[in-house]
């Protein structure tokens, strides 16, 4: 018995993970947000870490800007292999969320054929939107019209939530972006 014990005081710190490390002082992390799926599930930020994120903010009722956003966060994706696929999620954030319902997330990753798990669609309180953008370094916002004007960057965060790259290439593929996703990747 207690050479079992041993053994496993032994083994605890080779089965740390991230969770119970401290987030590093320039994590994304550190937000105390509440994500709500386009399938109504409710997870904290936090919770994304542990894996690579390609994330992006944008609003589910944008006709122009946005829907090139999706389109390269997807081309971004589909330049991997399927094996880097399997190591990194996406994360697109509504910074809209007055009319970007649960309904509203779903119906869109529908129309775009946006399968979770690979696809995270979310919302946040506004406070959380606005908090969120600015740490991601995106500005945003709202015309009188309901559109809004807003930064168009694709950012890419590494197991930990910290920024460790961005591109503003939108509407066409970004192989210096892509390159560092590998880099991103071939370290996780």
């Given at each position: 018995m207690k050479q079992l014990l041993l053994l496993l005081v032994l083994m605890l710190p080779f089965t740390t993970t991230h969770a119970t490390q401290p987030l590093p002082g320039d994590s994304i992390?550190?937000?105390?947000?509440?994500?709500?799926?386009q399938d109504g599930h409710?997870?904290?930020?936090?919770?994304?870490?542990?894996r690579p994120q390609l994330?992006?903010?944008?609003?589910a009722s944008c006709q122009v800007v946005c829907p090139m956003i999706i389109d390269s966060m997807r081309a971004t994706r589909n330049?991997?292999?399927?094996?880097?696929?399997a190591k990194?999620?996406?994360?697109?954030?509504?910074f809209d969320p007055a009319r970007d319902s649960v309904a509203a997330l779903h119906g869109y990753a529908e129309k775009r054929k946006?399968?979770?798990?690979?696809?995270t669609l979310a919302r946040v309180e506004p406070a959380g939107a606005r908090q969120l953008s600015g740490v991601l370094g995106l500005q945003y916002r709202q015309l009188p019209d309901g559109?809004?004007?807003h930064s168009s960057e694709l950012i890419l965060l590494d197991a930990d939530g910290r920024?460790?790259?961005r591109t503003s290439h939108v509407g066409r593929l970004d192989p210096v972006f892509v390159e560092a996703i590998r880099r991103q990747l071939g370290g996780t």
């Open positions: 992390y550190h937000l105390k947000l509440q994500l709500t799926d409710r997870q904290l930020l936090a919770e994304r870490r542990g994330v992006t903010m944008f609003y330049a991997l292999t399927p094996a880097e696929r990194i999620d996406l994360l697109a954030v509504s946006l399968d979770a798990p690979a696809w559109e809004f004007n920024i460790v790259a």
